[in-house]
């Protein structure tokens, strides 16, 4: 039950080199997979864990090997998510960057092709960030991190705390003025 059915050195390297694997998949599906997860993505999720399983294991099922397995997927992941805080080449090696799919009102449908985004998401986005339709925003990015971040057009926001403090306290001098009139 405790004792390891390879070598120790073998089952970091295993577990570290199908940790590289998944992440370069992960990678290169882009920042859309990271937005949300969909059934397909959930079930490829679950059918990804187990296909890799046994490169890490391999044929130990101790469960001396498999705390090793895991601490070390925990360490590398810990170690690398640290190096991206530390490192601009890391995190864009890892997160990529932002990439915009709005300009100046525009949907940039070369971008979200290559991205995998559906207008639908965007539309989504929009409602989500207080907008009723995409022509109402100037400009959108999905960034690094797979969130769809908009900004509506100057005469689409909606008004901050700050505005109707500000209006409220100019009408105030305005009807001071008009009362000190009449």
């Known amino acids: 039950m405790f004792v390891s059915g390879i070598p120790l050195a073998e089952k ?11 992440a370069v998949l992960v990678r290169i599906t882009g920042k859309r997979g990271l937005a949300g997860l969909n059934t397909l993505d959930v079930a490829v999720v679950f059918l990804l864990s187990n296909v890799v399983q046994n490169a890490i294991i391999g044929n130990d099922l101790s ?6 397995g895991a601490g070390t997927l925990v360490f590398v992941d810990s170690a690398l998510n640290r190096a991206a805080t530390r490192s601009a080449w890391v ?9 915009t799919v709005i300009a100046e009102g525009r949907v940039l449908d070369r971008a979200l092709r290559r991205l995998g985004v559906r207008r639908s998401e965007l539309e989504h986005a929009v409602r ?18 797979g969130q769809l971040v908009l900004t509506l057009q100057l005469a689409q926001q909606s008004a901050t705390r700050g505005d109707v403090d500000r209006l409220s306290a100019q009408l105030a001098r ?9």
């Open 91 to 99: 995190s864009r090696m890892f997160d990529g960057t932002d990439t």
């Open 174 to 182: 305005i009807e001071a003025a008009l009362a000190a009139r009449g």
């Open 63 to 68: 469960v001396t090997g498999a705390a090793v």
């Open 128 to 145: 989500v960030q207080n907008g009723d339709e995409l022509a109402q925003v100037d400009h959108g990015v999905l960034t690094a991190s």
């Open 12 to 22: 970091l390297l295993r577990t570290v080199l199908v940790y590289a694997l998944v």
